[in-house]
């Protein structure tokens, strides 16, 4: 499924849409019905998700890039599979955000997050790349199982949520930077330059 030009693309209700391969090289794809990629995509601007409906690379999917991502709608972005999928851009995030897939599995950010929505893995990694502040404000970054969260920058409890399950492995891999008060599993100080306790 190739979408192109620069106009808004709509997929509505309907049934799933299935594609070995899902490109957007122009525009902002709204997101009506759940999308299942079973190969990779590529997606330029990714503008909503509606509620209860999934746009989900499967387990077979070797992964993929999304360029921009502003989800004011509450439905989900789904990494089922064992590959990357990387969002440069998330200026915002209303719904969930799955890495559902094995350990192998990673949603990736490259720049700082603004995040209202759940962000969240159980046994695959979160790695937030963006070296400033990450942007929780009334939302949850959580990992519920023996799963990873790599960061880069800050991430504040407050407004938002951080869960870290007993068994989950965080990772403060950036610069300067300050450690969440919260509670981890196990806890890494890692990366090139001195760690606060908050």
């Known amino acids: 499924l190739a979408l192109s030009n620069a106009g808004a693309k709509n997929l509505t209700t309907g049934g799933t849409v299935t594609g070995a391969t899902f490109t957007q090289t122009g525009g902002t794809v709204s997101v009506n019905e759940n999308v299942d990629v079973t ?46 999928l990387t969002v440069t851009t998330l200026s915002g995030n209303a719904g969930t ?60 409890t407050s407004p938002g949520t951080l869960t870290f399950n007993s068994a989950s492995t965080v990772t403060y891999d950036g610069g300067t930077q300050t450690i969440a008060p919260v509670t981890y599993g196990t806890l890494v100080a890692g990366g090139s330059a001195a760690k606060t306790a908050s």
């Open 39 to 84: 190969g990779s995509s590529t997606l330029a601007d990714v503008g909503s998700i509606s509620a209860t409906k999934n746009l989900r690379l499967t387990a077979a999917a070797t992964g993929g890039t999304i360029t921009a991502m502003n989800n004011a709608s509450t439905g989900t972005l789904e990494n089922a599979g064992t590959g990357t």
């Open 97 to 156: 955000i799955n890495q559902s897939g094995g350990s192998t599995g990673k949603v990736a950010f490259t720049n700082n997050v603004t995040n209202g929505g759940t962000i969240q893995t159980a046994t695959g990694t979160l790695d937030f790349q963006g070296t400033g502040a990450q942007t929780n404000t009334g939302g949850t970054v959580t990992v519920t199982g023996a799963g990873f969260a790599e960061v880069a920058g800050d991430i504040a």
